[in-house]
C-alpha cells in the first residue's frame, strides 16, 4: 500500500504562484493531480507518466500549471502559476500502481492522498 502525502497548499491572490508537494512511500509508476471544488465535479490536473516524457495536462492548466517528479525522492510536484480564483480547490495527488495506458481518469489510479487545500482569492 502506497501512502502519498501533499504539502504546500494554502490561500494566495490571483497571479500568485505556489508549489504542491506529493511524496510517496515508494515509487510508483504514473503519478497524477486531479482538483476538486466544491459542488464540482472531480477534475484531471496533471499527470506524470511512467515512460518518460510524458507529461499530461488539463485545458484549464494548460501554460500556467507543470509537472515534475523527483524519482530518487519518489516526490512528484505541481509548479502553479499565475493561480486565478477559479483555481481554488482540494487538490490530489494519485499513484498508480502498474504500468497504464491512462493517465487523466481518476479511475486509473490505485492510491491517493489526503489532498490539501488551495485557495486563490481575487
Known amino acids: 500500500q502506497v501512502q502519498l502525502v501533499e504539502s504546500g497548499g494554502g490561500l494566495v491572490q490571483a497571479g500568485d504562484s505556489l508549489r504542491l508537494s506529493c511524496a510517496a512511500s515508494?515509487?510508483?509508476?504514473?503519478m497524477g493531480w486531479f482538483r476538486q471544488a466544491p459542488g464540482k465535479e472531480r477534475e484531471f490536473v496533471a499527470a506524470?507518466?511512467?515512460?518518460?516524457?510524458?507529461?499530461l495536462y488539463g485545458d484549464s492548466v494548460k501554460g500556467r500549471f507543470t509537472i515534475s517528479r523527483d524519482t530518487a525522492k519518489n516526490t512528484v510536484y505541481l509548479q502553479m502559476n499565475s493561480l486565478k480564483p477559479e483555481d481554488t480547490a482540494v487538490y490530489s495527488c494519485?499513484?498508480?500502481?502498474?504500468?497504464?495506458?491512462?493517465?487523466?481518469?481518476?479511475?486509473?489510479?490505485?492510491?491517493w492522498g489526503q489532498g490539501t487545500q488551495v485557495t486563490v482569492s481575487s
Open positions: 515508494f515509487s510508483t509508476y504514473g
Open positions: 506524470d507518466g511512467w515512460s518518460y516524457g510524458i507529461k
Open positions: 494519485a499513484a498508480q500502481s502498474r504500468r497504464r495506458s491512462d493517465y487523466v481518469r481518476y479511475e486509473s489510479y490505485d492510491f
